[in-house]
């Protein structure tokens, strides 16, 4: 079999040889300069095909490499110069916020806008400011905020009262956690808004808030998770001192009585 595969191997032209030889120094040279680079990291993932375009533009001024992942929704750069194109990309409003988008588009409204659409506008900057503040708590990973906002009319004696929604995305014992937070948040930043006017739910359609008398299914579950997850932590405590990090397991499973009883009572007399 040797014997034939050079026989065979000599009735190859040379030009193919050639080819192949050059393909094979080219891949050697790819797979070199991939492993003797430095490393990268992630600058920006999710970002909109227009938002993605501009970080990238601004990448090649200012002369930073780039690297595009997952159909070019994640770009990353090389690790030591993160930090320098955050920076930059910061210093340069790129690729720029939606929040700042809608205030900008207010602003710069011509004087021929109906009061209507300056009204939306208004409200649509002022939902997304409140959404990029919540985004900012811990464990939030995104919100929505959808604020009702009736226009006041003299015509009647009791005005009605603006309301919002919030809808969360975060695990939920963090969300369980920061939905009254998020109550005060948003009812601070709208005039005439109290607080039980804000409804904040989860992705998954739990209510967090305003609290309710019975526990929701979804409550429950979040609720067990945070008594395991608290006793886990205490356990650990315990642990790591003694036998090291990483050195033993903690399984903890937590079994609540979720019942509610309502007693009434009448006393007589002094005793």
Partial sequence: MLARGRAAAARLPKLLWAAGGVVLLSLGIVAWLELSGPPYAVLSEGLSPADGGKVIAQLQKLGIPYQLQAAGNVILVPAPQLAQARLQ????????????????????????????????MATQALELSLQQSIQQLAGIRSAQVFLALPPETPFLADQPKPAASVVLDADPGQAA???????????????????TGVTVVTTAGTTLYPPSDSLTTGAQFATVSQ?????????AGLLIPLVGAGNFQTDVSAQLDFTRTHIQQTSYGPT
Avoid: D, K
């Avoid at 956690?177 to 607080?195: D, F, K, T, Y």
């Avoid at 008594?227 to 356990?235: L, P, S």
């Fill in 227 to 235: 008594v395991e997850a608290g006793a886990a932590a205490r356990v």
């Fill in 177 to 195: 956690s920061q939905a009254e937070a998020i109550a005060r948040l948003v009812a601070g930043a709208v005039p005439g808004l109290e607080e």
């Fill in 89 to 120: 990309l910061g210093a340069a409003q790129v690729p720029g916020s939606n929040t700042q988008a809608a205030w900008t588009q207010l602003e710069t409204a011509p004087m021929t806008t109906s009061e209507r659409a300056q009204s939306a």
